[in-house]
């Protein structure tokens, strides 16, 4: 025996790869055994690093303590895994234990005697059996007995003439049968004890030491699969995606388990193929060759030690996998057509196993010869169907193969295939291990054709795996359920003689088959003529397969014989029935664990009361009948509103509709819940996880068993009827309904579920529930769970149409929370013609459950979620993949339906708007069936376009299985994308798109990449046809490129988790439900993504604007501080170039934020890639406005600049005067010969500046009359208009305006014709009404141009007049004032009313310059620096500091005050929006959002009227008094004007340090110069500091210096002294007017409810706004009745509603047809019925102030308005704006 150290050392390597995957292994069971000590455990614990590295340092540790140590070790392994031992001394090749490859075994002699030869010990390679005498009287002629690689058989001659051929290698290869003369005696019956053909049964003593368990667990290992772990393989395990997934050949055993299972979800038909292909293969060869170059050719025993029987895998994986994988594996082997394993052998239990529920999934449809005449079929489950039964079994060693017999029996007339597992197939030679005693069983089912079907009805075959004598319980099994037996021998003796005289008696028929070749023919005749009478044989029961007979011809033989069983002595028995009496012979059956009894017993109590289909769901689920299809008709008719009234308000009608709504969630809630539901819920909420598994399966069969039962009555009903003469089609229309109605699944019960949690919430919603109340709130958490697990969730409910919209949603919540939050999916859906094969594709794909029989088509649709992991989850970063499988398109039942097209569009729609790949399914049977398909899919990608999401589309043509379709379809292809291009124009069109269409604009289609040919499903003919090959193969090459896609795709943008696909749900649902779905998609996380993207837009412009305004600021100082010369001479020229080089900076730079915003991968970006075109024209649009705004304010500058070195020079020339007189008065003073006194000096300057101001010109500014130079230029304007504008013009300037009025609109500013037109039809008034609104903004937007001109307090231009008739031209040309037919009146005296108003401001504006500007005011402000230099000259004083103060004061402090002014709107502005208040004012979506929100808590009326009328007014306002409440605290502002005199008065000190050698008027002038482009430094008041100014520049600088900290605390002090208010007030730049200038946007306002438009940007394609308003608020009420108007344009614009006005001509147009007139304007209708919320609680609050304020009268308002309460409107805006 091997050493415990010597195990540990030679299989350290199987040690540590078997504990480092089982997370069971515990170091405090070594603890307690003391194999290791407590210090030990803590280190290991503790240890760092991988589980691998802590077993390797605990087996170092165990050698550490010698060979006790080590054996005490791996005793106390074998207690936590059996047979672990067994395995490592098998791995490590054990001398003690077994014989290396070309060694002999010498055996005693008393081995003869009890012989070593148990079932579970085989003899292994090279072994050489010394076999006693007698053995060669009973040579092992097995058809098992292959020979292993290697081994030595000593064998008499005549088995050289009889070789071991059998199919299904029972004995292994090359053993000798060791039979003492006893056992003849005693055959070997034990159910418990089986052993391989031709072996010795080991005695008691033997057994003990070696159980077949040990067996079993050593195989186990051998492929990887540890049974000691109690876990067994599901059915999500073997779902999971990952790379690893792909059909890779098998390199090593512990592949082959999962190679079986994924091949077989694949329905390959190669599953059972169980070779490996070795690595090393190619190379090992070629060394060979190197070595011995002279022997070519040689013959090589292949090694079988690396292979293992496929009836061995197959039991492996069965006995490891949990019941519901045994299910699945069944089913998928039923599809394949392989044999289904009946009877499992005692494998991990004493008993045989009956595998009853297995085969419970599996149903079949034929047509018996009975029924071929009518063309009928039957569907049965295959457990409940009764049929006759023939089995097949072997008796001793046979060189015929039973089971290739088998096969060429059942086998379709030229099309062979391999049913049953045998010696020709791949490993079908090898020997079993585990599988002898294994009872297969295989059906045949006719077609209804005489000619090609083998038996008239249905036969079940079964084959025993073994011999007789070793399976004794088994083949009495098959005795007692067959109608014959057929018994496969070459040779009876007396052993087999005895055996087969038990059966005496049996009612059973039995056959031998003999095979002819067998060398004891004769005695075997013999014991069978004995034999005849016992059983009852006749001379046909004994069937011969002669040496000169081919298979074809004894197979025909063999046929007739079963058809002779058939015909003469049927046994029907089913399944269920063949389970009964394996029970009575001590066989276990897999349905009798108490799990799936309690899941029985609980679904029975359920179906048991279901007789009556149609009737039963209308009692017991009564929710989703009636009730809840007549809620999906009003959910849909609140979105299209088609049933509304030509005389009732849409308003109205969604009213009427909402009750009804309501009404219904009440009927629902009051009904209880039924015995049938009740019993459901407890069976989903209370029983275990696997109780309720078996429960949800149970209840799958029972129903789908009653739909069969009813729909085949019903169909035989119908078709008697049809047939029938004179059947009253009413009763065909009821038998059509029924049929409809009659299926029943689990998915109803879930259904009725969540309309039970559906009706409640709405309870909830009405508060007529409370949330304490509740009892229904748990199932959302028990479906999530159930979808966890794999079951198929309904998505879409197919009978009613419609979407439990809130079931799903807190369903799939759920589901993310028990995900936490790691849930990031990948959807795939599936389109198609109903019955092409949809279902099956995914399926096969995936390995899933959608159904595809039991007698329904999927109904709607239903989602299904597979776990990504591996390898595929890190490339990817998705969790999860969710399929959704949908019901067919052009479904007949729905095609008579007036909707059916529209149910397909509505289909499609959703499942291509929820998905990420596509696959559009098409059977090429039906061309013109296809192109209604495509023309589906095109207008659902087309809608798709504008949501910003573009699928991925996979086109699968089925049924083409030319291995050229590829290539031959090239032309097919392409006149397929032609006509989705001419789809894709037409569908524009329906979908009222006015622009030209591609199919490659709206998708990503690449012919070669995105068209797959499958071939056909079945190779052959169903029932009995297998899956096709190339059927599975290309579709898991689809499947390997849809992974291929899952990674690419993962590159560019990231999956959404589960909360982004609800918002897109309810988004496409909501917007599938309106007609016009383009116009109706609105969607959260659309709404987010470009909320993000306006924030991003509004920071960067800001920045741009930011930028343009310091530029602006800069030029001004330029300008101001050159000459009108300097200007005239090119300065101007400079300033362009430099603002041009700003502005295309400034453009580049937001164009480059834009793309690389687009490339951040950022969520959802791909959502509104539609609008960046939106934005890159913005940013254009707004380096116009910039370009345009800093042009005219450079050209203003140098207007000002020019009209005031008039002024200056006057001034100059003044001081210059003044100067002189001073001079001339200090030499007079100084040659007097007493010195004055202060005080006489003061006398003498005063006498001095009196008289000499009395010598100025007194008239030196001309003041002008403003009046007569507007009226010139307003003249020159209308010069054009002709005589008649003249004349008019003449008659108003005549007439003397001594009080102002309004300007009024009066009925001669209308053209004749259309006033005539208006007074016929009444609308006079409103059309005037109109006109004037438009005439007022126009007015105020003048206004407001004067007043900013007034505000400059600079002189009067006549600019001014030009620029103010340019607005009013511009804007008469706008087309809101062409669609009024204006006469030429209107404009004259609307222009001269404007510009008489600013005539009156331009004349004050005049005025207040003439007085500030006046020569003898400004020499007055100069007159005491003049006295002071005066003085100090005359007293010879040093002046140096007295003049820096001056200067500070007189120079200095006014520059930097100015600039103080100027910069402290844009500190502002740029200080405020970077705030914690910047997300209000981040896009206009938001902002708007704030406004309504501070609208609805203050709760005034007036403010209401203000924002609603007057709505720029109101928000300038607004954001001013937000100003004022943000700089509330005055230091708040302080800190940005220190901020900016620091920053400035830094760059003065910089001149002020330098150059102080100069004179000093050269070191001020350089100053100035220096400091040109910040401060504007006043010549005139330089002059007053370098009068008679003799100090040095160096001094005088540095006194400057440190003055100019004293300049600064002044401003600020100064500063400081003002209010908030103040300040605003006085600087130029108005912060208000520029955060509203950002956020105003176009100011385009809704043609109907006047809503101002809410896009980012400046220039916008479309205007949209999130909230619209009734039209009452708006001051439209009702022609007639004078009422105010509550209809809300998002309501109407989806009704029948119609509306008419200026726009229209006052004639009725369509609502549903605004765009015919506004087709800049997208009014979406309300995302949900709590939308306008908001504003229907203002109108309800104030409508009787509203028609007071508005002369009208109050509205009617609907009675669910009145109820609605402040925190629902504000909810309203909430869900509106999307900002909970």
């Not at 407890?682 to 598994?693: A, F, P």
């Not at 400034?1146 to 991968?1161: D, H, N, R, T, V």
């Not at 979506?1485 to 403010?1503: A, I, N, P, R, T």
């Not at 989806?1694 to 009014?1723: A, C, L, M, V």
């Amino acid at each position: 025996m091997m050493s415990g150290d010597a195990i540990i050392c030679k299989a350290r390597k199987q040690l540590i790869d078997i504990l480092g995957k089982d997370s069971k292994f515990n170091l405090d069971d070594l603890l307690s055994q003391s194999v290791i000590t407590k210090e030990e455990c803590e280190a290991l614990t503790k240890m760092e690093g991988t589980s691998e590295k802590k077993i390797e340092n605990l087996l170092i540790l165990v050698q550490e303590r010698g060979g006790n140590g080590c054996c005490q070790f791996l005793q106390q392994l074998e207690m936590t895994h059996p047979g672990l031992n067994l395995f490592l001394r098998s791995s490590v090749h054990d001398d003690s234990s077994e014989t290396q490859e070309g060694e002999i075994q010498h055996q005693p002699e008393q081995d003869e005697k009890h012989p070593a030869k148990d079932d579970s010990s085989e003899t292994q390679e090279g072994e050489i059996q010394h076999q006693p005498e007698q053995d060669e009287k009973h040579p092992a002629k097995d058809d098992s007995s292959e020979t292993q690689e290697g081994e030595i058989q000593h064998q008499p001659e005549q088995d050289e003439k009889h070789p071991a051929k059998d199919d299904s290698s029972e004995t292994q290869e090359g053993e000798i049968q060791h039979q003492p003369e006893q056992d003849e005696k005693h055959p070997a019956k034990d159910d418990s004890s089986e052993t391989q053909e031709g072996e010795i049964q080991h005695q008691p003593e033997q057994d003990e030491k070696h159980p077949a368990k040990e067996r079993v667990m050593s195989f186990l290992m051998k492929l990887g699969l540890n049974k000691g772990n109690s876990k067994k393989l599901s059915m999500g395990e073997v779902l999971e995606i990952k790379s690893e997934n792909q059909t890779v050949a098998p390199q090593k055993l512990q592949d082959l388990p999962w190679h079986f299972l994924r091949k077989l979800m694949a329905l390959n038909g190669t599953a059972r193929n169980t070779g490996l292909i070795l690595k090393a293969e190619e190379d090992s060869c070629g060394d060979e060759e190197a070595e011995v170059e002279s022997e070519m050719f040689c013959l090589r025993e292949e090694d079988s030690a690396d292979s293992v029987n496929p009836l061995d895998v197959l039991c492996a994986i069965l006995l490891c996998s949990d019941s519901f994988l045994q299910q699945e594996i069944f089913l998928k082997m039923s599809m394949c057509q392989f044999a289904l394993p009946l009877i499992l052998p005692p494998l991990d239990a004493p008993k045989c196993t009956f595998t009853l529920w297995g085969m419970r999934d599996i149903v079949k449809k034929w047509r018996p010869h009975s029924l071929a005449k009518s063309r009928g079929f039957r569907e049965e489950s295959l457990v409940l169907t009764s049929m006759p039964t023939i089995s097949f079994v072997r008796m001793g060693s046979c060189s015929l193969s039973k089971s290739k017999l088998l096969n060429e029996v059942l086998s379709p007339p030229q099309q062979h295939h391999d049913f049953f597992v045998h010696c020709d197939m791949e490993c079908g030679n090898v020997p079993r291990e585990i599988s002898d005693g294994l009872v297969e069983i295989s059906w045949y089912f006719p077609v209804g054709s005489k000619n090609s079907d083998l038996f008239p009805e249905p036969v079940a075959v079964l084959n025993l795996r073994g011999d007789v004598e070793s399976h004794w319980m088994q083949f009495s099994f098959l005795t007692k359920v067959s109608s014959a037996v057929f018994i496969v021998t070459e040779n009876i003796c007396d052993k087999e003689y005895e055996m087969l005289l038990t059966l005496r008696g049996s009612a059973c028929k039995y056959y031998f088959i003999l095979n002819a070749e067998g060398a004891k023919s004769k005695e075997t005749l013999g014991f069978l003529n004995k034999l005849g009478p016992v059983l009852n044989m006749k001379k046909s029961q004994l069937l011969v397969k002669e040496r000169s007979q081919n298979t074809t011809e004894f197979v025909k033989k063999l046929l007739s014989a079963m058809k002779n069983v058939l015909n003469s002595h049927q046994k029907l028995v089913s399944m269920e029935e063949m389970a009964k009496v394996g029970q009575e012979l001590g066989m276990q059956v897999d349905e009798d664990t108490p799990g799936c009894q309690k899941g029985i017993s609980h679904a029975r109590e359920i179906v048991e009361e279901i007789v009556d289909i149609p009737r039963y769901k209308k009692e017991m689920l009564k929710l989703q009948g009636d009730l809840w299809k007549n809620v999906a008709k009003v959910e849909k008719e609140l979105c299209r509103m088609k049933g509304q009234a030509p005389n009732t308000r849409a308003e109205d009608y969604k009213s009427q509709l909402i009750k009804k709504s309501t009404d219904l969630r009440v009927q629902q809630n009051q009904c209880d819940l039924t015995d049938g539901i009740t019993k459901f819920i407890n069976g989903i909420q209370n029983l275990h996880q696997e109780e309720k598994h078996y429960f949800l399966k149970w209840m799958k069969f029972c129903l789908d068993c009653i739909a069969r039962e009813n729909l085949s009555r019903l169909r035989e009903e119908y078709k008697e009827k049809n047939s029938s003469a004179g059947t009253d089609p009413q009763q065909l229309a009821q038998l059509d309904k029924l049929i409809s109605t009659s299926s029943l699944g689990v998915e109803h019960f879930m259904r009725e579920l969540g309309q039970f949690y559906e009706a409640e919430c709405a309870m909830v919603k009405e508060g007529k529930r409370t949330e304490k109340e509740r009892q229904f709130v748990h199932l959302p958490g028990i479906a999530a769970d159930l979808m966890l697990e794999g079951f198929p969730m309904e998505l879409i409910d197919g009978d009613a149409s419609n979407i439990p919209l809130r079931w799903i949603t807190d369903v799939l919540t759920e589901l993310h929370k028990k995900l936490r939050g790691q849930s990031k999916m990948m959807v795939i859906t599936v389109l198609g013609v109903q019955s092409t094969g949809k279902s099956t594709l995914l399926n096969t794909m995936f390995g899933l459950q959608f159904a595809v029989s039991s007698g329904r088509c999927t109904r709607g649709a239903f989602m299904t979620l597979l776990r990504v992991t591996g390898n595929l989850q890190a490339e990817t970063g998705c969790d999860f993949i969710l399929v959704i499988d949908t019901e067919g398109l052009k479904a007949p039942e729905l095609a008579k339906l007036e909707d059916s097209y529209e149910h397909d569009n509505e289909l499609a729609t959703l499942v291509i708007g929820l998905s990420d790949i596509t696959i559009v399914n098409l059977a090429m049977e039906n061309a013109t069936e296809m192109k209604d398909i495509l023309q589906i899919v095109v207008h659902a990608f087309l809608r798709m376009e504008d949501t910003g999401h573009k699928p991925n589309c996979q086109f699968v043509h089925q049924n083409v299985s030319d291995v050229s379709a590829h290539d031959q379809n090239m032309r097919d292809r392409k006149h397929l994308l032609e006509q989705f291009n001419e789809m894709t124009k037409a569908a524009a069109k329906m979908e009222k798109q006015g622009r030209e269409v591609a199919f490659t604009d709206i998708m990503d289609y690449d012919p070669e990449k995105h068209n797959w040919y499958i071939p056909g499903l079945w190779h052959g003919v169903p029932p009995m046809a297998p899956v096709n090959m190339r059927y599975t193969e290309t579709v898991s090459e689809f499947k390997m490129y849809l992974f291929e896609f899952m990674r690419n795709r993962s590159q560019n943008r990231p999956y959404n988790g589960v909360p982004q696909f609800v918002e897109w749900l309810k988004s496409l649902w909501n917007a599938v439900k309106h007609e016009n779905f383009i116009f109706s998609f609105q969607n959260s996380l659309v709404v987010d993504a470009y909320n993000q993207l306006a924030v991003k837009y509004s920071e960067w412009e800001w920045d741009f604007r930011k930028e343009m305004h310091l530029w602006v600021s800069k030029a001004e100082a330029t300008i101001q501080n050159h000459s009108t010369e300097d200007i005239d001479t090119g300065a101007f020229d400079k300033l362009r170039q430099e603002a041009q080089q700003k502005l295309y900076d400034g453009e580049q730079k937001m164009l480059a934020c834009i793309q690389s915003y687009f490339e951040s991968g950022g969520d959802n970006l791909h959502l509104v890639e539609k609008y960046r075109e939106d934005f890159i024209r913005s940013t254009k649009f707004l380096r116009k406005q910039l370009d345009s705004y800093s042009m005219n304010k450079c050209h203003e500058t140098i207007l000002i600049r020019k009209g005031q070195s008039k002024v200056d020079d006057l001034q100059t020339r003044y001081s210059k005067t003044m100067e002189g007189k001073v001079n001339k008065l200090l030499e007079e003073c100084k040659k007097r010969q007493s010195q004055l006194n202060s005080e006489e000096l003061k006398q003498e300057f005063e006498s001095m500046w009196k008289e000499s101001l009395s010598e100025l010109s007194p008239d030196s500014l001309t003041h002008r009359d403003i009046r007569p130079d507007v009226y010139c230029q307003l003249r020159k304007d209308l010069d054009h208009q002709g005589s008649l504008v003249n004349q008019v013009f003449q008659d108003l300037s005549r007439i003397s305006v001594t009080h102002r009025i309004p300007f009024k609109m009066e009925d001669k500013y209308i053209n004749q014709s259309m006033i005539k037109k208006l007074i016929r039809k009444g609308f006079s008034s409103d059309y005037l009404s109109c006109a004037q609104e438009l005439a007022d903004s126009l007015i105020e937007v003048c206004r407001s141009y004067v007043e900013e001109k007034v505000g400059t307090k600079r002189d009067y231009d006549e600019m001014y007049c030009q620029e103010l008739l340019r607005i009013i031209n511009k804007r008469l040309q706008e087309t809101d004032f062409q669609k009024f037919n204006f006469s030429k009146y209107f404009e004259v005296k609307l222009k001269y009313y404007i510009m008489e108003e600013a005539a009156e401001r331009f004349q004050k504006m005049h005025n207040d310059f003439f007085k500030a500007n006046d020569p003898h005011q400004y020499l007055e402000k100069l007159k005491p620096q003049y006295f002071s230099v005066f003085k100090d000259l005359y007293y010879e004083k040093d002046a140096c500091q007295k003049r820096a103060k001056d200067f500070c004061d007189l120079c200095l402090k006014p520059a930097l005050m100015d600039h103080l002014n100027k910069r402290l709107g844009i500190e502002i502005v740029d200080d405020f929006l970077s705030s914690g208040q910047s997300i209000q004012y981040g896009s206009r979506s938001f902002f708007q959002f704030s406004v309504l929100k501070s609208l609805l808590e203050k709760g005034s009326f007036k403010d209401y009227v203000k924002y609603i009328l007057h709505y720029t007014d109101f928000v300038t306002s607004w954001i001013q008094t937000n100003l004022l409440e943000h700089y509330r605290q005055r230091k708040d502002l302080a800190v940005l004007e220190e901020k900016i005199l620091s920053a400035v008065i830094r760059k003065t000190r910089k001149p002020l340090e330098s150059r102080a050698d100069q004179a000093l008027p050269e070191f001020l002038e350089c100053f100035r110069h220096e400091m040109r482009d910040e401060l504007v430094v006043s010549k005139e008041s330089l002059d007053v500091v370098l009068f008679n100014n003799n100090a040095k520049a160096e001094p005088f600088s540095q006194e400057v210096q440190a003055c100019i900290s004293e300049v600064k605390e002044a401003i600020l002090s100064e500063q400081s002294q003002m209010s908030v208010e103040t300040v605003l007030s006085s600087i130029p730049f108005k912060p208000q007017e520029e955060i509203f200038k950002c956020r105003f946007g176009c100011g385009k306002q809704c043609p109907f409810c006047k809503v101002p438009c809410e896009a980012g940007g400046g220039d916008h394609r479309e205007h949209f706004a999130s909230v619209h308003r009734p039209q009452g608020l708006g001051r439209i009420k009702d022609h007639e009745t004078k009422k105010l108007d509550y209809s809300l344009c998002s309501s109407d614009v989806i009704s029948n509603s119609r509306f008419r006005n200026k726009d229209t001509g006052y004639e009725w147009h369509p609502y549903k047809e605004y765009r015919t007139y506004y087709p800049d304007w997208r009014i979406q209708s309300d995302p949900s019925i709590t939308a306008s919320d908001y504003w229907k609680f203002v109108f309800k609050e104030f409508n009787q102030q509203f028609a007071v304020e508005y002369d009208a009268k109050c509205a009617d308002l609907p009675d669910d308005w009145k109820r609605i309460t402040k925190e629902q409107a504000l909810q309203s805006i909430q869900e509106a704006f999307n900002m909970q």
